[in-house]
């Protein structure tokens, strides 16, 4: 079955400091899908990327859709305290199946 | 005003009980779904319901059985709680096509002791 893989687990940064982290998926997908997650919170969308190569902006936060479709990228300019929290890609299948497969999540520590 | 209600949000019971966790989603969406979040976080998709039909069954134990008895209202029943059943429970509802972006409840915690 589809398998989505993300890493780093966990990463602990210096307020201003940049970070990325990666998605890999087993499969090709149709699209990639990326979610926050607060402590304590529920899973908040972000961003959907649906074309080969797709470049996405949301202020500090770039999303990359790799060529093949099999990977993706979030990076954060300058992070700050407000970006707490666990950050999930989810991928949706190209061959009908329909359900999102979520990453294991990154979750991102930002110290003031 | 919230858009994708859970309740209860917080439930304690003991093994070999049974019990309900209700979702209702007010933004007119004709997908629901029941997610399980375990205590590594990893975000599990259980079932899925497209205009009230189950259209989504994960390898789920037969113990777990959903219900919608309208577009806006999703179900969970749990028979027979086990130890590992303990986990966040999230609804979330969508609308059915490419790329649906998926609308998420505030969860619900279950705790079997």
């Known amino acids: 079955g589809q398998q989505v893989m993300q890493i780093p687990q966990y990463q602990h940064v210096q307020e201003g400091e940049d970070f990325t982290t990666y998605c890999n998926s087993s499969t090709t997908l149709s699209n990639i899908q990326w979610y926050k997650q607060r402590p304590g919170g529920h899973p908040v969308f972000l961003i959907q990327l649906v074309k080969s190569g797709e470049v996405k902006k949301q202020k500090r936060l770039t999303f990359q859709f790799g060529e093949a479709k099999k990977n993706s990228s979030l990076h954060i300019t300058a992070t700050q305290t407000t970006d707490v929290g666990t950050y999930f890609c989810a991928g949706q299948g190209d061959t009908g199946r329909r359900a999102l497969t979520f990453g294991s999540g990154t979750r991102l520590q930002v110290q003031p | 005003d919230t858009a994708v209600s859970q309740t209860p949000k917080y439930l304690v019971t003991q093994m070999g009980n049974d019990k309900s966790i209700k979702c209702e989603q007010n933004l007119g969406h004709d997908t629901m779904y029941w997610y399980k979040q375990d205590s590594k976080k990893f975000l599990k998709i259980m079932f899925s319901?497209?205009?009230?039909?189950l259209i989504i069954n994960e390898t789920v134990p037969n113990r777990f059985s959903p219900k919608s008895p309208d577009k806006a209202h999703l179900n969970l029943h749990i028979n027979s709680l086990e130890l590992g059943d303990s986990a966040v429970y999230f609804c979330?509802?969508?609308?059915w096509g490419v790329g649906d972006e998926q609308y998420f409840g505030p969860g619900t915690r279950l705790t079997v002791t």
């Open positions: 319901y497209n205009n009230k039909e």
């Open positions: 979330a509802s969508g609308l």
